[in-house]
């Protein structure tokens, strides 16, 4: 069983930044890590990912001001979140795949307000 565990969640103002982290108890050779987000009263959807060899895809909403990285030696993924709007309110989920089996961390919330 994968365990993920994200932070860095919080309070900003519009045109501010954070950086979100996920402790992954395992990173595995093939693994995609991701970040998604759910606002309120919409579906979940896709903010970046991330392989092992370090190929990034981004959704277009989020392209040139979140960057998502990883440290494999740490087992942590990161997402830096520059410029921030306050359409990109929501909660954050840190996300593992492997071999067909998706996990999901606990979700940490992100507001962005004045």
């Known amino acids: 069983q994968v365990q993920l565990v994200e932070s860095g969640g919080g309070l900003v103002q519009p045109g501010g930044s954070l950086r979100l982290s996920c402790a992954v108890s395992?990173?595995?050779?093939?693994?995609?890590s991701g970040w998604y987000r759910q606002a309120p009263g919409k579906q979940r959807e896709l903010v970046a990912t991330i392989t092992y060899g370090d190929t990034t895809t981004y959704a277009d909403s989020v392209k040139g001001r979140f960057t998502i990285s990883r440290d494999n030696a740490k087992k942590t993924v990161y997402l830096q979140m520059n410029s921030l709007k306050p359409e990109d309110t929501a909660v954050y989920y840190c996300n593992y795949l492997y071999m067909s089996n998706t996990y999901w961390g606990q979700g940490t919330q992100v507001t962005v307000s004045s």
């Open positions: 395992t990173i595995s050779i093939f693994s995609t």
